[in-house]
């Protein structure tokens, strides 16, 4: 996998579990409805504390992916993501990484663009996922206007918006110190419950940062775009987007993105020629493509569309899981031979060291 997927910082026990539960719902093929079980159950087969379960469920809400039943019967079910997270996630980072507005317009373009070619159709959900979360517009403009999958809007997600924007009017950068949990309930106020519920996810988000101790309390944290790529790559998995659909999207976002690489030929060949060793099965001309797109990516300047490819390279290897028979297209078996040809492009190595 690229670099940029692995980009994720160290995860605290809630988030372990969090990732463990999605990771067996996953394998498992367990479809929306099914019962995860109650909360003894969950706690004697996850063997956690009770507050790191809870704070798991917390955040598997967050995602979209489970709902609490309650009453006699009831317990953790398997729930059908909507695309409300992801796109907010992407949003969030594009906002405050800083991301080049130009390279995100480029980017949005090149979206359109993939959704018009013939194999694509007007309706392909990764691109239509991704278009709307390059938009532009601010994450406050997705709320009643995406498919949250009849989950309403709690009050930790509203105070978390709060806490975005306190961080873009004030314009404070990562290691600025937005105040004290006091300093906070003040300014928003709101419960302690809620606020503390609403810090957390900004933090599992990275967002911000919270530091204990004399010198502790609220900073801004160094948000990359590890957690986005992984929530996006979740929602494409659980949400039973078909895989014909995705393969589609990355071919035709590959197959202009690679247009858009221009580099010298070598007719002395100077650059070694790139012979792929593993491109030998569907399955590994897709993980290998969506790398070299993202390197393409990154050697383009384009961060959102490095993103976007390293989603596609997330999904085929921890989420891809194999139920049908992969077909690839024609145009991205064109661009991957067009990428592995003897026409003196470098290899992705060489790329990364452009």
Not at 153 to 167: A, H, N, P, Q, W
Request: hydrophobic share 40%; charged share 20%; glycine share 10%.
């Amino acid at each position: 996998m690229s670099g940029m997927a692995h980009q994720i910082p160290p995860l605290k026990r809630s988030e372990t579990l969090t990732r463990q539960i999605i990771r067996d719902i996953v394998e498992h093929g367990w479809i929306e409805g099914h019962d995860l079980g109650n909360e003894q159950e969950l706690l004697k087969r996850y063997r956690v504390a009770r507050g790191t379960l809870l704070e798991a469920i917390h955040l598997l809400e967050w995602h979209g992916v489970v709902r609490v039943q309650l009453g006699t019967g009831g317990g953790l079910r398997v729930q059908k993501p909507g695309s409300y997270f992801p796109i907010y996630m992407l949003k969030t980072y594009f906002e405050l990484a800083a991301v080049d507005p130009a390279a995100l317009r480029h980017a949005h373009r090149l979206l359109q663009r993939a959704l018009a070619l013939p194999h694509t159709g007007a309706k392909n959900a990764p691109l239509g996922i991704f278009l709307r979360a390059t938009d532009g517009l601010f994450v406050e403009a997705l709320e009643g206007s995406i498919d949250r999958s009849g989950f309403p809007v709690k009050r930790s997600e509203t105070i978390g918006y709060d806490l975005r924007l306190l961080i873009e009017d004030s314009r404070s950068g990562p290691g600025d110190r937005l105040g004290s949990e006091s300093d906070l309930l003040k300014r928003f106020s709101v419960s302690r419950g809620a606020l503390r519920s609403a810090l957390r996810l900004m933090e599992v988000a990275g967002v911000l940062e919270l530091r204990r101790g004399p010198a502790g309390g609220i900073f801004v944290g160094n948000m990359n775009p590890g957690f986005p790529i992984y929530v996006a790559a979740v929602f494409l998995s659980l949400a039973n987007v078909p895989s014909s659909e995705i393969v589609s999207a990355q071919s035709g976002l590959l197959l202009l993105i690679s247009n858009e690489l221009q580099l010298p030929r070598d007719p002395q060949g100077a650059l070694p020629r790139f012979e792929s060793s593993i491109a030998d099965t569907p399955l590994s001309r897709l993980r290998e493509s969506a790398g070299i797109g993202c390197i393409i990516a990154e050697h383009l300047g384009n961060a959102p569309l490095a993103i976007l490819m390293s989603i596609f390279e997330r999904y085929w290897w921890d989420f891809y899981q194999p139920s049908s028979q992969l077909t690839l297209s024609a145009d991205l078996i064109a661009a991957f031979d067009e990428l592995h040809g003897s026409d003196g492009r470098p290899s992705p190595a060489q790329l990364a060291q452009v």
